[in-house]
């Protein structure tokens, strides 16, 4: 009889939600027109009620996948579970009738959570409350799916006997048209612990609700072979079929729905999708499909095909009828209604062969069955004609849609007669997820699907357009039941599948009509996939359920009886406890009209519930009824229903080890089964004994285990009584013969009404008091009669076992020495577990008993000297078992093995011939582990493996084959790591065996020293390219931080911009009054970088243009008011000239340095172009004045740019929703920002994420501003792409992309120049020949007779020019198949002139006649081409140091030649000589110089002499132009590299144009010649210094931008101020952290950005669009580290090694822009504060590409001692740590104060104040071998010493993790006399064995310290020797020495064996003593001095 737990009433949780969820309204309230009568009688019909409580109900739970915090705040966490979740799936569905009273008794009971809302959105068919109680439920659902393996039958896996505690269930409740699913606890009281999930509701009839599992894989499946995996991952969903449609919800607020062409009857999971069975009172025709299979939401459904013998086709007949599909497994059961017989299948996908004759096949057969089939048909034959051709239906699939909190989506025109509407708000109808897998599968469905009938709901085949689909999944015939009488069988109403104990499966169908339980057993062959099955075994069951955690099936005998089975074993009846008063009719029970129950709810107790007079009946030991007795003396009458009796009718709802019981009036009950075991020991023997026994010697164990540990009273006991529980029983199955014959049971508590599973309990106290109060009942004797207690029992004495003897009960006896042996290594193997201390003991009695009586003297004394106290050596003797009746096992060894002295032997550094360690599988796996990494560290070498050293035992009767799959997984997963040492082999070994920092702990002392002493090795400079968990191993989590970011492309959001961030501030709130766009700079990483100044200020207070600036007009006495107004409006207008433009720097100063906010728009500073009049105060505004009115359009729009770049590419939501949602409303100011807000979209890449109708959208608009933002944005965003769609939007603004036929579009001029240029991005660097024609032709294009390209051809001609340059960039010399293009001859052809050449091109005929309002005559126009086709020249031939091409851009060496170019195209063609020659570019004044013609250099920068007839003006320019070309070539090639000596050449010539802008000089060249050059100059040395904010620029650009007002206006324009400013821009660009890359692509970026020509007003773009301003983003890259303390998070100071790859190394102080990337080797932290972080090319170079693109923190871990340079600048106070860490030398007695200026850990700090510190208190020593208190306060000394020794070169060497280790060493020596045992002295032997090897010296404690505690040691032991000499002779000369010494001294007398290693039963008499030292070092393996030890002890020595 096994005893469970009081039951408890079940309510479905979703029984309550359900009154208060309302119910949907009527199709009329929509207002929507059903489509035809019969629709709307159709629906009228299905709305009609009989009664309104006549709506049936069911539910089926399964285990959470999901397990809830009970916090709301904190995450969900994933429940980690072994439990099969099959169980859940295949459950039976548990039916109610709505009308039954006990149910609506049930409806009052209050169970849902009040504080959940159920307010419904209505959508169209579907209501779905979607009721989260936590937000953040998780999308990663962590499952183990235990399914057959291939080597099951040879392999014992593991598994646990123990469940979870209060693990969740969900509950899926249907009713009517309402779907509810909840989750909550099975047992729990309170009605809050279920929380609804979600609710659904429909219009229509509900047909089914499962839990399904789609497969996402990325693959076909048609034609797919059937070894073929799945590629993708699970993701579970919930599907509801009513009436209409299929509907498919995900947690991750995924909805699908589909519509499906026929009636649904019933669904099934699989493991690959679902299945739907068809309504087959809907099947019109004989050939259409009546199964179907869906893996995706998305997928038409397609028929399933059905196989056998060779033959395939559709499923057609209505006979063949799906009763179970198994959703981890791919089994499948069926029944055929015309054979009446059960068919097992096995689910594959369809071969492609198969498919092809299934399609060539076109015979009009007939179904397998017709209406007059017989029984006698035969069944091959008729399965011959089953097959017709693949039938069609139709179906069609809807849109999918995410990221709404309702389940409804888009719907297809099939879906009903109800339409979608969506909400209009800008969150109402968000894009579908970037990463969402269904999306990938819309082209495969469209392509499949064809347009339906939409009159019709069902259309029929006959009359309705059909979709060919094919069938994707065959059931394949493996099995077909056989039964003498077919006729009186019927389908199955309960299918499931079960394990046994041993790990077989079964297959488990009910049929009512037989009421039996058919059981088939089936496993899966070894060397193939097919499926074997064994006889088919029928038990007579009225229902069954499995008990998937017990490996176990209940069954429901006729008799009401419930019975445990383990596969066909039988292990016993179940007893329910607390039986319901009407269930059990009993003449005890109390007599009462109207009672309770006494099971308390699972929604809440019920204390009005009366317990019932304390009788034992012993009708309550079974669940069978017994009959009622009327009689006179009854005291209760039992109400009836019905006259029938109410009994025990089904078994429901197994989850782990739950049940519910169902009974015939509708009541549900549920009850816990007990667990298998509740101690760890004892489960770790059974499994021990599951793997080493035969089958049926286990299964008849457990099964014994299992009822004699669960027996009524017996479930309340604590780990020692089971333990000892566990010991009796196997002693009787040993054959021991026990003392005391009676059978004593113990007491237990019984609450009837307890509402909670009973916990365990731990202690032995507390039963005496029960014990006695049972003892004085006046009832003892009827007790006494059940439970045979003897009347007088005061103490229940503990059984002592007799001698092993075989009798016929006792099965294990002939198998006790394997037993023995396997629960030996057991032993072992929890030696190595600190946790298991208290098991080791308990073990090692039970084993020295055993031993005993087989005669093992060797294995008694083993234990013996573990736990001398626990194991009683007895001189009293024993019989000996006979042998030869036990089974014999070549693997056990005479002498016993050790663990410990195995470990010994490999730290010895003794012969490698060892032999090796015995382990079986699943066993003692803990050892293997343990030997593995030991031997590998210690042993292994080139030659010697590790295998050599581990002896692989098979269990007998199984073959050798185990683990071999498991160890090549584990190889093969860190296979690619480097390890060039044994060391860091055993790091890479620890991971794979899962063993963390924390896990470590839990080994025993010696073995953590050693592994330890491996990590220590490794943890300076480990591999580069080892995982996080390697780094977290060796105690460096600075190098695990960085190891991480290589799985990610970034961190989360809040990690991507902490360094944008004060840590000390960020969580301030901000002054809302503050926007100017730079509110994130004042951050820590600037103040760390430039902490000495305040450059950063200043810098924000020149780039800010959202306050009103300054007005400074000193009004004079005879100036007039008025007057006054005006002077201080023209200054404003001057400072405004300014203010406009300032966007373009601020944009570069605040680049990628923040991230949005989802939920608000991107807020915009203000362009203020207003002032403040001093000293009033008064606001002054253009009024006055006559200013452009456009003039503030493009700064606006570069305002709207520079807000937009401060968005991280990085930052996460930037999708289509967000960016409509900034949009603003119909304001021409906003627009223009919203404008450049979407160019930097482009830049920063979220440009990509907007959708395709929201870009038409904008185009549609026709604003020039947003138009050209778009296109130029979409350009940068797919740059180098070739992107198609992108092509066509920008082909359709460029004319000469359009056909010559096409009609005449009106674009604006900037729109071509931007779609020119954004065409050049989208094919950059691809040579793609139509692109470069047309761009060819577009640089010369002529005006228009109409004055069609008439405005700003210069900026037109310049943009299709770079775009030339773009599309063949460095293609000049390698491009095929553009010779006849003739590119280069063309290009200079524009370049220097020429007569007119024929007009090419596809709008050649549009401009043959000439234009009517320019005249340009017969000649090219070179003010027009020129620039454009110079610099397309120098981008085609960059750095191809082609000569030819660079000549033709020298400048002309002659006067006269000299006349006939622009001075200012001087500039661009030194430009392009510098790009083509590019390696030859020289950063020295000589290159700078030679630049300039020698023919016109002496008459430069001169006074003009009179009598020379020169152009000395003409000459100047040419000067001047040229040294800035020259200038800007070599700020370019050192762009981002701060090369000083760059720096100071540029700054020279910088200085040299400031200074000659004041002389009369400048004069010779022009004012605005030397303001352009000034510019250009100043920008270039910018360039160079980019990111380093550069103080000498600073001050450089603070004094130009001074020169504001009428005198300066002519000269400083508009463009002077933005070069200024984007200047200042590039030296703090993106605030520090980014600088600029001279990468091919990047020099062309900032060519575009950088043209030397700057607009001279806000408005100009005449020879440059300003918009092109900003692709200075396209060569910016991030390149600062930022060292960041890993223990504070705080950024910090740390140095920095950079090697080049020419070999030069030098060194930073980071934070610090390193150099380019592409020229490094290495970069690494090198600092002797910090430990090293290296990043090493052909290593982990990606990594530090991952940081640096991530936000550049590089996580560092300070050294031990010192301080960081925030703390000791000077590193004054950290020059002693760092002579100390580095010496060898460790001093004997340091002071303990020392210890605190190493370390500021708190712990470090206590420990040395509270033990280090001296002190006088003798109490605190308590050692007997001292007596007087001046021996005692030495020893103290000793200790405190010691202490202080050990943690001071742990504090200083930084070896605090090991600190624990030391301590644990002193103290094992220092209470050697009192607490230490035995075991721990074996870790002080290992550890001195270990660090004395000669091979090498450990890291972390030197000789001098080991031997030191081995001297006090063998101080302390010898000390004992005169007490137990005789002791000790008694022992080794095999006599009884017990009886020689007290009990104390049996401790000290085992302490003193194993420290000296001295052996047993030395048969020493009468041999020589050379012979016995041979005897002791080669067998028993004696050091020396344990041999004289022995020699003593035996008298040979003296």
């Known amino acids: 009889m096994i005893a469970a737990n009081d039951p408890q009433e079940f309510i479905p949780g979703g029984r309550q939600q359900a009154l208060r969820h309302p119910d949907p309204p009527e199709l009329e309230s929509l207002s929507i027109p059903l489509e035809t009568g019969d629709d709307f009688l159709l629906h009228r019909l299905e709305r009609v009620k009989i009664d309104e409580n006549s709506a049936s109900e069911w539910w089926i739970l399964r285990k959470s996948i999901d397990k809830p915090s009970c916090n709301q705040n904190s995450s969900t966490s994933a429940l980690k579970t072994e439990q099969n979740t099959r169980n859940a799936r295949e459950s039976a569905k548990s039916f109610l009738s709505g009308t039954n009273s006990h149910s609506e008794m049930l409806f009052n009971d209050s169970w849902s959570p009040k504080s959940v809302d159920l307010s419904k959105k209505i959508i169209p068919d579907v209501t779905a409350s979607r009721l989260f109680v936590n937000k953040r439920v998780s999308n990663e659902f962590e499952r183990s799916i235990r399914t057959p393996s291939n080597n099951c039958t040879t392999a014992k896996k593991r598994i646990k006997f123990r469940s979870p505690e209060d693990s969740m269930e969900e509950e899926l409740y249907v009713k009517g048209n309402l779907v509810i699913w909840s989750r909550g606890l099975s047992y729990n009281d309170d009605e809050n612990a279920r929380s609804v999930i979600c609710s659904y509701s429909s219009y229509f009839q509900l047909k089914d609700a499962i839990w399904c599992t789609f497969q996402m894989e990325n693959q076909d499946l048609v034609g797919v072979d059937e070894g073929a995996e799945y590629i993708g991952e699970p993701l579970d969903c919930l599907c509801i079929a009513d009436t209409q449609n299929l509907r498919v919800y995900t947690k991750d607020d995924e909805d699908f729905i589909t519509t499906l062409p026929f009636p649904v009857k019933k669904m099934w999971p699989t493991k690959f999708g679902i299945f739907i069975e068809r309504d087959d009172t809907d099947a019109q025709k004989e050939s259409t499909p009546m199964i179907y299979s869906m893996t995706h939401p998305l997928d038409i459904a397609a028929p399933v095909a059905y196989s056998k013998g060779g033959s395939t086709g559709i499923i057609h007949s209505k006979s063949f009828k799906m009763v179970f599909a198994s959703e981890t497994l791919d089994l499948c059961l069926v029944y055929d209604d015309c054979t009446h017989q059960h068919i097992i299948c096995r689910l594959r996908r369809l071969k492609t062969d198969e498919l092809d004759a299934m399609n060539k096949t076109n015979v009009n057969s007939s179904q397998i069955h017709t209406k007059n089939c017989t029984v006698g048909y035969s069944l091959a034959e008729s399965y011959r004609s089953m097959f017709p051709m693949v039938s069609s239906f139709n179906s069609r699939p809807t849109s999918v849609a995410s990221g709404s909190l309702y389940p409804s989506r888009g719907q297809s025109p099939l879906s009903g007669p109800l339409t979608s509407s969506r909400c209009q708000t800008p969150m109402g109808s968000p894009a579908p997820k970037k990463s969402s897998p269904w999306i990938q599968r819309l082209s495969r469905l469209h392509s499949t699907v064809r347009s339906c009938d939409s009159t019709n709901r069902f259309p029929s085949t006959e009359n309705s357009n059909i979709i060919s689909t094919e069938p994707v999944f065959c059931l394949d015939h493996i099995w077909c039941e056989s039964l003498s009488d077919s006729t009186v069988n019927s389908p199955a109403t309960n299918v499931f599948t079960t394990e046994d104990l041993m790990g077989r499966w079964y297959l488990c169908y009910l049929v009512p009509s037989r009421s039996q339980l058919s059981i088939v057993k089936f496993d899966y062959s070894n060397n193939s996939d097919d499926i074997v099955f064994g006889k088919m075994m029928n038990i007579s069951a009225k229902d069954a359920v499995t008990i998937p955690h017990l490996h176990m099936l209940a069954i429901l005998e006729h008799t009401s009886n419930v019975v445990l089975y383990s596969g066909l074993t039988v292990i016993g009846k179940l007893h329910i406890g607390g039986a319901l008063a009407q269930h059990v009719p009993s003449p005890f029970a109390v007599k009462k009209k109207f009672f309770n129950s006494p099971f308390p709810r699972r929604s809440s107790l019920l204390p009005t519930s009366t317990p019932v007079d304390p009788r034992f009946d012993e009708h309550l030991l079974s669940p069978v009824l017994p009959a009622t007795r009327q009689s006179a003396n009854t005291i209760m009458q039992l109400p009836e229903i019905g006259d029938v009796r109410v009994v025990l009718s089904g078994l429901k709802d197994a989850i782990d080890n739950r049940m519910t019981l169902q009974y015939s009036d509708g009541s549900c009950y549920r009850v816990t089964l007990p667990n298998m075991v509740y101690s760890q020991l004892v489960e770790d023997c059974l499994n021990a004994l599951r793997v080493a026994l035969p089958r049926d010697l286990v299964m008849t164990t457990l099964s014994r285990w299992y009822a004699a540990r669960n027996l009524p009273g017996s479930l309340d006991i604590s780990h020692e009584e089971e333990w000892t529980l566990f010991t009796k029983m196997l002693f009787e199955l040993l054959g021991y013969a026990a003392q005391n014959e009676q059978k004593t049971r113990r007491s237990a508590e019984h609450t009837p009404c307890s509402a909670q599973v009973k916990r365990q309990r731990q202690s032995l106290d507390g039963t005496v008091l029960d014990w006695n109060c049972m003892r004085k009942n006046n009832n003892l004797e009827v007790i006494d009669k059940y439970l045979q207690f003897s009347g007088d029992c005061e103490k229940i004495p503990r059984d002592n076992p007799q001698n092993l003897v075989n009798t016929p009960g006792n099965v294990l006896f002939s198998h006790v020495c394997i037993i023995h042996y396997v629960l030996h290594l057991v032993y072992e193997d929890l030696k190595l577990n600190t946790l298991r201390k208290a098991d080791l003991s308990l073990l090692a009695v039970f084993l020295a008993q055993i031993s005993t009586d087989l005669g093992l003297v060797q294995y008694t004394m083993h234990y013996w000297k573990d736990f001398p106290l626990e194991v009683i050596i007895s001189d009293e003797k024993r019989d000996l078992i006979d042998m030869r009746q036990v089974t014999k096992w070549p693997h056990i060894p005479d002498t016993p093995t050790d663990i410990m002295a195995y470990i010994q032997s490999l730290c010895l550094e003794t012969d490698k011939n060892i032999d090796g360690y015995p382990v079986i599988d699943n066993i003692n796996t803990r050892s293997k582990n343990i030997v593995k990494l030991l031997a590998t560290y210690l042993m292994c070498d080139a030659d010697t493996k590790v295998d050599k050293f581990l002896r692989v035992i098979a269990p007998p009767g199984s073959r050798n084959t185990v683990g071999k799959s498991e160890v090549k997984a584990a190889e093969s997963k860190y296979k690619d790591v480097t390890c060039e040492s044994e060391a860091e082999k055993v790091v890479i070994m620890m991971i794979e065996m899962n063993i963390t920092t924390r896990s470590l702990e839990t080994y025993p002392l010696a073995v953590n020293f050693v592994l330890y002493d491996a990590l220590w090795r490794c943890r300076f400079d480990p591999p580069t390219d080892w995982p996080a968990e390697a780094y977290n191993l060796l105690q460096r989590p600075d190098l695990a931080s ?957």
């Open 1042 to 1998: 960085q190891s991480d970011i290589i799985k990610t492309a970034d961190r989360n959001d809040s990690d991507n911009f902490d360094i944008f961030g004060d840590s000390t501030t960020k969580n301030q709130p901000r002054d809302p009054t503050i926007n100017d766009g730079m509110e994130d700079m004042n951050n820590e990483i600037l103040k760390l970088r430039f902490s000495k100044d305040q450059r950063v200020q200043e810098v924000r207070n020149l780039l800010q243009s959202s306050k009103p600036v300054a007005i400074n007009v000193v009004q004079r006495p005879d100036v007039s008011d008025h007057d006054h107004l005006e002077e201080q409006e023209k200054q404003l207008y001057a400072i405004c000239t300014r203010t406009m433009a300032l966007p373009v720097g601020r944009g570069m100063f605040t680049l990628h340095t923040s991230t949005p906010i989802i939920t608000e728009p991107l807020p915009v500073p203000p362009l203020c172009l207003t002032g403040k009049a001093h000293p009033r105060g008064t606001t002054v505004e253009l009024t006055h004045i006559d200013t452009p009115s456009n003039m503030a359009h493009w700064p606006q729009f570069h305002n709207g740019v520079a807000n937009g770049l401060r968005i991280n590419p990085s930052a996460k939501h930037v999708d289509s929703t967000w960016i409509i949602f900034n949009k603003p409303r119909n304001n021409a100011e906003t627009m223009m920002e919203h404008a450049g807000f979407l160019m930097a979209l482009g830049l920063n890449g979220h440009l990509k994420n907007l959708a395709i109708l929201n870009r038409f959208d904008y185009l549609a608009k026709f604003h020039e501003m947003t138009s050209v933002g778009i296109l130029l944005g979409l350009g940068a965003a797919f740059r180098g792409t070739s992107n198609q769609a992108v092509t066509k939007m920008l082909s359709v603004h460029v004319e000469g992309l359009l056909p010559p036929t096409s009609i005449e579009l009106d674009v604006p001029q900037n729109l071509q120049v931007a779609s020119l240029l954004g065409v050049g991005l989208i094919y950059q660097g691809t040579a793609h020949r139509r692109m470069i024609e047309v761009m060819l032709t577009e640089i010369g294009r002529p005006p228009g007779p109409e004055m069609e390209n008439s405005v700003d051809r210069q900026s037109y001609s310049l943009a299709a020019g770079l775009a030339l340059g773009l599309v063949t960039l460095r293609q000049g010399g390698s491009s095929i198949g553009l010779s006849d293009l003739k590119v280069p001859d063309t290009l200079h052809y524009y370049m220097v002139g020429g007569s007119k050449r024929p007009l090419a091109g596809t709008q050649k005929e549009k401009y043959k006649v000439p234009s009517f309002q320019i005249r340009e005559g017969s000649t090219v126009n070179l003010d027009v081409t020129a620039p454009g086709a110079t610099l397309a020249l120098g981008l085609m031939y960059l750095g191809t140091g082609n000569k030819a091409i660079a000549g033709w851009m020298s400048p002309p060496d002659t006067h006269y030649l000299l006349d006939f170019v622009r001075p200012d195209f001087l500039m661009l063609r030194t430009l392009c000589r510098a790009l083509i020659l590019w390696n030859e570019i020289d950063p020295c004044k000589d290159w700078i110089e030679k630049q300039v013609p020698e023919s016109i250099r002496p008459y430069c920068m001169v006074e003009p002499n009179p009598q020379c007839d020169l152009d000395y003006e003409a000459m100047n320019q040419a000067y001047c132009n040229i040294i800035a070309g020259a200038c800007f070539a070599i700020g370019l090639k050192y762009a981002g590299t701060a090369d000083e000596s760059v720096y100071d050449l540029l700054l020279e010539y910088c200085h040299m144009f400031t200074s000659l802008t004041s002389k009369t000089i400048a004069e010779l060249a022009g004012k605005p010649t030397m303001e352009t050059c000034v510019n250009v100059v100043l920008i270039s040395v910018a360039m160079v210094m980019a990111g380093t904010g550069n103080l000498n620029v600073i001050r450089i650009v603070r004094y130009l931008r001074q020169r504001v007002g009428l005198s300066s206006s002519a000269v400083v324009t508009y463009g002077s101020h933005m070069a200024l400013h984007m200047a200042l821009g590039l030296l703090f660009l993106g605030g520090g952290r980014y600088t600029l890359s001279n990468s091919p692509a990047s020099v062309a970026a900032l060519i575009c950005a950088f043209y030397p020509k700057f607009p001279t007003h806000s408005n100009d773009n005449r020879y440059h669009l300003q918009a092109f301003r900003h692709l200075y983003v396209l060569a910016a890259e991030p390149r600062l580290i930022i060292p960041t303390d890993i223990v504070t998070g705080r950024m910090c100071y740390a140095y920095l090694q950079v090697v080049r790859l020419d070999g030069r190394v030098f060194a930073v102080k980071a934070p610090a822009l390193i150099p380019d990337l592409n020229t490094l080797y290495k970069v690494s932290v090198l600092d002797v504060r910090y430990w090293p972080v290296v990043f090493k090319r052909e290593r982990n170079w990606e990594q530090l590409l991952k940081v640096l693109n991530a936000s550049g923190h590089v996580d560092v871990s300070q050294r031990a001692g010192c301080l960081s340079y925030n703390e000791d600048k000077t590193g004054f106070r950290s020059e002693l740590a760092r002579t100390l860490t580095k010496s060898d030398v460790v001093p004997w007695d340091p002071p303990a104060k020392s210890i605190l200026s190493f370390s500021s850990d708190t712990i470090v700090r206590l420990f040395a104040d509270q033990f280090l510190t001296a002190s006088n208190d003798k109490s605190l020593v308590n050692n007997e071998d001292f007596d007087d208190s001046e021996a005692v306060q030495t020893e103290e000394s000793k200790f405190q010493q010691a202490l202080t020794q050990i943690t001071y070169e742990s504090v200083i060497k930084d070896k605090l993790a090991a600190l624990p280790l030391f301590v644990q060493m002193v103290e094992i020596v220092k209470n050697l006399s009192t607490t230490t045992t035995p075991l721990d002295i074996w870790h002080l032997k290992i550890i001195q064995a270990f660090v004395l090897r000669s091979s090498w010296t450990s890291e972390l404690i030197n000789d001098e310290q080991i031997l030191a505690l081995h001297q006090r040691a063998l101080t302390t032991v010898d000390n004992w020797e005169q007490l137990l000499w005789e002791a000790l002779r008694a022992y080794v000369t095999g006599r009884h020495f017990v009886s020689e010494c007290k009990a104390i001294d049996l401790d000290k007398l085992a302490k003193y064996v194993v420290f000296y290693g001295i052996p047993h039963a030395l048969q020493a008499e009468n041999v020589d003593i050379l012979d016995l030292i041979e005897k002791l070092e080669v067998r028993h393996a004696c050091d020396a001095e344990s041999i004289d030890k022995v020699l003593r002890i035996l008298g040979y020595v003296r």
